[in-house]
């Protein structure tokens, strides 16, 4: 998804400010005047600082695990704080020798950016803004107060934060107000998930016991012992034994059944109305009391920044966490929710990279593409015949060389 779109720009110049150092080593050993100006290498560092950013966007598809199906706005909120941060993160040119693959970097104020990294920045900003949070302007920042534009989720998003431990109730991902939309939506998918789940094991019951009357009539009245009944599946989940003496326990109940009166399917779909509602909140309570111990879970991994959702645990292959979950709901204590987790549409499964990359990279394009792009074709041509000068190659291969042997030597 990446490869011949933005996150191939943001290769060629990091690799190109990679190659400086060997580069002035090579001008001044054969005394060639150099092609790129110190405004350039400027430019070009600050380009890259912003496509550090934003190459989140595109690269999930090499990297996404699975399970991450509730990690597109945790993503989108992650680029939106870079990008309207006060400072930004640059390589550090005087620190990195380019040994390494690994750049040393250095915060930067961003008014200190130059006029061409400026619109850079502000550029990537309004593309994402105007796909994230419903901007249909040209400015970005405080002047419109777009600074403080939430990011415009749908129910299926709101849902899948929700449903992964990762991000649920995190205010790093979004903020209160928003949480309360999202549970707000939690819960409707909730009820109609439990509606759904009863009336198909209904139906289920009906269909069995249709059969077991077929084949009772067949052998004479034999068998009877075999009828399904399916009273008890018109009964709320195991937490209605928990509101005995809740002052609403008595509306989640119909004894009309027990009375030899036929329900109909209305009245039992309102009858599992109100009990997932009032089971529902019993689960949301332990749910958002549930916190995972991380470090237990997950031994090998090192957290440093306070178990941030993007991070820390993006990367994480949560079945060790499922696992738990299902292990703690044995008693029933989250309900129907780890079902959901796999089967309701804020699943967790599902991959995000493949259509979420796909809407993104346009605005990459916007950020740099053959129309915007501040660097001249004729001197992007020449960064990418440094990558194929014999001569030069040569002679950083052998200056690595003698750098090894120096090494060794000491």
Same mark, same amino acid.
């Given at each position: ?10 290769? %060629? ?69 870079? %990008? ?161 003496? !809740? ?64 991070? !820390? ?98």
């Amino acid at each position: 998804l990446n490869k011949t779109r933005m996150n191939s720009v943001y290769g %060629l110049v990091r690799s190109s400010l990679r190659a400086k150092p060997s580069l002035n080593a090579y001008y001044a050993t054969y005394c060639i005047p150099h092609f790129l100006n110190t405004e350039d290498w400027e430019f070009a560092r600050e380009m890259e600082g912003i496509l550090t950013i934003t190459k989140d966007l595109v690269v999930l598809s090499q990297n996404e695990v699975k399970s991450n199906g509730a990690y597109a706005p945790v993503i989108r909120k992650n680029v939106l704080d870079k %990008l309207s941060a006060e400072t930004i993160d640059l390589v550090d040119m005087e620190q990195w020798d380019g040994k390494s693959p690994c750049a040393p970097r250095v915060s930067v104020d961003v008014n200190d950016l130059s006029n061409d990294g400026r619109t850079c920045r502000e550029r990537a900003l309004l593309e994402a803004k105007r796909r994230w949070a419903n901007n249909v302007g040209e400015q970005t920042f405080v002047s419109e107060g777009l600074m403080r534009q939430p990011i415009v989720l749908c129910d299926r998003e709101k849902l899948a934060l929700c449903l992964d431990k990762r991000t649920y109730g995190d205010l790093r991902v979004i903020d209160r107000d928003e949480w309360r939309d999202a549970n707000n939506v939690f819960q409707g998918e909730y009820v109609k998930f439990y509606m759904t789940q009863h009336a198909f094991d209904r139906e289920e019951a009906r269909k069995k016991k249709q059969l077991n009357e077929v084949a009772i009539d067949a052998d004479e009245g034999e068998g009877q012992e075999n009828t399904v009944q399916g009273s008890d599946l018109q009964e709320p989940t195991h937490f209605a034994d928990m509101f005995e003496d !809740d002052e609403d326990n008595g509306n989640t109940h119909n004894n009309d059944e027990e009375n030899g009166v036929e329900m109909s399917e209305a009245a039992r779909k309102e009858l599992d109305k109100t009990a997932a509602k009032l089971e529902y909140k019993w689960v949301v309570r332990a749910w958002a009391a549930y916190r995972p111990e991380w470090t237990r879970l997950y031994p090998k991994e090192s957290f440093q920044n306070n178990f941030h959702p993007f991070h !820390d645990l993006m990367h994480l292959d949560i079945k060790e966490l499922m696992d738990e979950i299902v292990a703690k709901n044995k008693n029933g204590m989250f309900g129907l929710i780890p079902e959901m987790c796999q089967l309701s549409i804020g699943q967790l499964g599902a991959v995000t990279a493949q259509s979420f990359s796909e809407r993104m990279n346009s605005a990459g394009n916007n950020v740099s593409d053959e129309q915007n792009v501040n660097l001249d074709d004729d001197i992007i041509k020449k960064m990418v015949v440094i990558k194929m000068n014999e001569r030069f190659m040569e002679f950083t291969k052998e200056r690595k060389m003698q750098f090894l042997v120096d090494l060794q030597e000491e």
